[in-house]
């Protein structure tokens, strides 16, 4: 008896099984599985049902722990979705949802109280509720808690998106289930439609599907990929907020360049972010080598692999090429900065890493627009820059982002092209940023104008592929290192030097009145700190006096 527990711990482990007289007869995802298996094996029996442990013990936040301690006794809560993907692939979560049979916003409410976190009615209609819980490392656990879609927790987890995201673990009890073989598809990368009409359900789930398969580098089934490609009509009537909600997720992942080509072939792309499709086939000139498109796209990828080179873990092997190892020469030295950079964030639900993807995907929106021949007939597009601002903001208003988020993007579309042209200029003329243009430039974009120096070096990469010469990465690199040089050691002094003198000075001393004259005057003398033409008050007044004669 014990050689079989123990043949059966290893052959169902995970699983629900049935016995009858002690033997194994059937098994199944969920106990009731198990029991229809049984019946169908041994109709004229009473199986007994038992959950057989996975090899190893699932491992979870210890927050599960502190949800489980506040409910309400003999109450049935089941972890559900990604958490459950998560540990049995062995990775980490910061977001928990769970399903009860009712009343989830009454039980939501209840811990919430119980652990002092703050609570909100995520989906009244649903019966879905929000707990925020912050630890004490400064990170915000979200847990979600939502009534079953339907009579049962199987019916429930058959009726989600995916076989890898339709597992439930019982809170009390840790026992899995496992009704559609998700388990099965996470061991074989397989990302497999719960049912037929997943994607007719909610439409949303064919971005979250291609999401999904490029974080988990899974291949989508073709039924499954069928299915997508015949529900995208459906987005149409997705809410800016949920669409908004799943394009940054992509962008915040692997691979989003690959991501947004596979949304372009299932048609879903030009549904959500209709004005890329302009930029196809529109050809540059000399040194591209790609459409607008395609250069975009190479623009995504390169904008990846800088930052994954330039990250506080960065793995050495990135580096291992000629131009990525002279970026971790060049700029390396900031690695810590910069990963302190990105983790500060706008908004507390999406990354800045991913508002820098999307400004990215928009930075050459206008080229389409602003396309013109010049004189020897090559295609140019003066003004792209500015125009495409507009068009970017306008985007990221329909997708509800904040106003901060907006300027930020209006900003790094607007200013893309300037390390650039100061890179270019030390190629041809040998002359670096001036102190005046270094303080100029940060005074037009502020903290952006960091994300602006590494968009640059992709944007210069994704131009020459590997065809680009050695001394214009050099330049390029050379350019950045200066301005970053400024911003993190030398602001202070050549970007935000301290005040010597306030408007009711320069209006005492040059007899004026209040108006725009006296602010243009006081960014004068600003101006003229950075560039250490002036450091003392006297000196100040003196330059102000002489500049506005």
């Not at 796209?297 to 692999?305: Q, R, W």
Request: charged fraction near 25%.
């Amino acid at each position: 008896m014990v050689e079989e527990d123990d043949q059966a711990q290893s052959s169902y482990a995970g699983r629900w099984i049935a016995r009858v007289r002690g033997q194994v007869v059937a098994q199944g995802g969920t106990p009731e599985q198990a029991r229809r298996a049984a019946k169908v094996a041994r109709h004229k029996e009473s199986p007994e049902i038992s959950y057989m442990p996975t090899l190893q013990p699932l491992t979870f936040s210890p927050m599960l722990d502190s949800v489980r301690s506040v409910l309400p006794e003999g109450l049935a809560v089941y972890l559900v979705g990604g958490a459950v993907r998560d540990a049995v692939q062995g990775r980490s979560t910061h977001d928990l949802d769970f399903a009860v049979k009712d009343n989830a916003i009454q039980v939501a409410r209840g811990v919430a109280d119980a652990l002092e976190g703050d609570f909100y009615t995520l989906d009244p209609e649903r019966d879905t509720g929000r707990v925020i819980i912050s630890t004490g490392s400064g990170e915000r656990m979200v847990m979600d808690f939502a009534s079953f879609r339907g009579p049962d927790l199987e019916t429930d987890l058959q009726g989600r998106d995916f076989t890898l995201n339709a597992l439930a673990v019982d809170v009390h009890t840790r026992s899995l289930f496992d009704p559609l073989n998700g388990i099965a598809d996470l061991k074989a990368g397989e990302l497999r439609y719960c049912s037929p009409s997943a994607f007719q359900d909610d439409p949303l789930r064919v971005l979250r599907g291609v999401r999904l398969a490029a974080e988990f580098g899974f291949h989508i089934q073709p039924e499954t990929r069928r299915a997508m490609k015949a529900a995208v009509g459906g987005l149409e009537v997705i809410s800016a907020e949920r669409l908004r909600d799943e394009i940054f997720r992509i962008l915040e992942g692997p691979r989003p360049a690959t991501c947004l080509r596979a949304l372009d072939i299932l048609g879903a792309l030009a549904l959500v972010l209709p004005e890329l499709a302009a930029q196809k086939g529109v050809q540059q000139p000399p040194p591209h080598l790609l459409d607008v498109w395609n250069h975009t796209l190479a623009v995504l990828d390169y904008l990846d692999s800088i930052l994954a080179a330039l990250s506080p873990s960065y793995d050495p092997d990135t580096a291992a090429d000629f131009f990525y190892g002279l970026l971790v020469l060049k700029i390396g030295r900031y690695r810590q900065q910069l990963g302190e950079h990105f983790i500060q964030g706008i908004n507390l639900n999406r990354s800045l890493r991913s508002l820098v993807f999307f400004a990215a995907l928009y930075h050459d929106i206008a080229k389409p627009e602003c396309l013109q021949a010049d004189d020897e007939g090559q295609p140019r597009f003066w003004g792209h820059d500015q125009a495409g601002a507009a068009v970017a903001a306008k985007r990221a208003r329909r997708l509800a982002l904040s106003n901060d988020e907006v300027e930020r993007i209006e900003s790094i579309v607007a200013n893309h092209m300037r390390i650039l042209f100061h890179a270019d200029r030390l190629l041809r003329e040998n002359k670096e940023p001036s102190r005046r243009a270094i303080y100029r430039f940060f005074r037009d974009t502020d903290t952006a104008g960091v994300e602006l120096c590494l968009l640059a070096l992709a944007d210069l990469r994704a131009t020459y592929g590997s065809a680009l010469p050695h001394e214009t990465w050099t330049a390029c690199l050379e350019v950045v290192r200066l301005f970053l040089e400024n911003w993190y050691e030398k602001r202070p002094e050549s970007i935000m030097p301290p005040s010597l003198i306030n408007g009711e000075d320069l209006m005492r001393a040059l007899d004026l009145s209040p108006g725009p004259r006296v602010g243009e005057l006081l960014e004068a003398v600003r101006e003229a700190q950075a560039m250490g033409l002036v450091t003392t008050k006297e000196e100040a007044l003196v330059f102000a006096r002489e500049w506005g004669s």
